[in-house]
């Protein structure tokens, strides 16, 4: 059984940082392509970042956002910068099961955590 679970969510300001994390269990995110996706209110979930043994990031999040992860405490990080309004959503982390090529398509990917949301105030 794996599981994900995001913390980190919160309310900032515009230009202001949050760091999400995606703790892992059942599954070490060394040997899985581990994404973030965000949910905003009446839009589809859309792609932000993702990270295996390279990272592939959104257009609309690049020079902004890093996904890293730390092998030790099997987590996966997401560090937004400069936010913006546009950035509010549900963030979810995913995992793929079986597979190294870095994929923006949510159907791609097994496994999901419970989201935690972002609100960035204007």
Same mark, same amino acid.
């Given at each position: &059984? +794996? &599981?994900? +679970?995001?913390?980190?969510?919160?309310?900032?300001?515009?230009?202001?940082?949050?760091r999400l994390?995606? %703790? %892992?269990?059942?599954?070490?995110?060394?040997?899985s392509v581990?994404?973030?996706?965000?949910?905003?209110?009446?839009?589809?979930?859309?792609? +932000?970042?993702?990270?295996?043994?390279?990272?592939?990031?959104?257009?609309? /999040?690049?020079?902004?956002?890093?996904?890293?992860?730390?092998?030790?405490?099997?987590?996966? @990080?997401? !560090?937004?910068?400069?936010?913006?309004?546009?950035?509010? %959503? /549900? @963030?979810?982390? %995913? =995992?793929?099961?079986? =597979?190294? &090529?870095?994929?923006?398509?949510?159907?791609?990917?097994?496994y999901w955590? !419970?989201?935690? &949301?972002?609100?960035?105030?204007?």
């Open positions: &059984q +794996v &599981q994900l +679970v995001e913390s980190g969510g919160g309310l900032v300001q515009t230009g202001g940082s949050l994390s995606c %703790a %892992a269990s059942g599954r070490t995110v060394s040997s581990m994404g973030w996706f965000r949910q905003a209110p009446g839009k589809e979930r859309e792609f +932000v970042a993702c990270i295996s043994w390279s990272t592939y990031y959104a257009d609309s /999040v690049k020079g902004r956002f890093t996904i890293s992860r730390d092998n030790v405490k099997n987590t996966v @990080y997401l !560090q937004m910068n400069s936010l913006i309004p546009e950035d509010t %959503a /549900v @963030y979810y982390c %995913a =995992a793929r099961r079986g =597979a190294t &090529q870095l994929t923006s398509t949510p159907a791609r990917y097994d955590g !419970q989201g935690t &949301q972002v609100t960035v105030s204007s």
